[in-house]
């Protein structure tokens, strides 16, 4: 199965590797790095990705959307939103990390499903898309094709729960034991939720 990574300028560096490191270590698992301009593409904090210009999304493929600074301009770019939701319908599964959700809710596609997003920027990913079932206290929410993912760190929780559901417990805690990594089991337990007042 192919992974689809899709970049932008100013995306959360953490937000992409975070779960890639997981998700690469998944039998069949390909990775691809992708953005709408198959340019070279910078993170918020100046790491930089050489991509390949996605047009359509294979058939059986996971896309993995990313948050960060620069979503904040891309929900008002409607030739990216529209572009987004050709490739979410032609998903079999779709992730988003952090802010990465509001992207997802701008197209429209997660309008009566429930959804999580960073809880620092909770009330601004709800402006986005009132039609989405925002949950407040979710580490990562799954609901059909779609994961979404609290803020940042949360993404490898969530690629974890990912790929416990599809591939197995066994191998999620093998790689969560192989990176030394405190996997968060449960996706209802969110402690961030009540710093930030939820």
């Known amino acids: 199965m192919n992974l689809f990574c899709l970049l932008f300028d100013d995306y959360e560096t953490l937000d992409l590797m975070g779960p890639v490191e997981f998700l690469a270590r998944a039998p069949g698992i390909n990775l691809n790095f992708v953005s709408f301009n198959g340019k070279a593409i910078k993170s918020k904090q100046g790491f930089e990705i050489k991509t390949k210009k996605l047009v359509t999304l294979p058939k059986n493929s996971i896309l993995l959307v990313p948050g960060g600074q620069g979503t904040r301009i891309l929900v008002k770019d409607n030739e990216f939103i529209s572009h987004l ?10 992730l988003s990390v ?14 009566g499903l429930k959804a999580t997003s960073n809880k620092k920027s909770f009330e601004w990913v709800k402006q986005c898309r ?13 609901d059909g094709k779609f994961y979404t993912a609290s803020g940042v760190a949360a993404g490898m929780d969530m690629a974890l729960g990912f790929i416990s559901d599809h591939f197995g417990k066994e191998l999620a805690q093998n790689i969560a034991n192989e990176t030394e990594y405190n996997w968060q089991k449960s996706a209802k337990i969110d402690k961030f939720a009540k710093i930030y007042g939820y």
Do not use: P
Request: aromatic share 8%; with cysteine; proline share 0%.
């Open 98 to 111: 952090c802010t990465g959700s509001a992207l997802l809710a701008r197209t429209g596609v997660l309008d």
């Open 130 to 142: 009132d039609a989405v079932k925002w949950q407040s206290h979710a580490r990562w929410v799954k």
């Open 85 to 94: 939701k050709e490739c979410v319908l032609a998903s079999n599964f779709c």
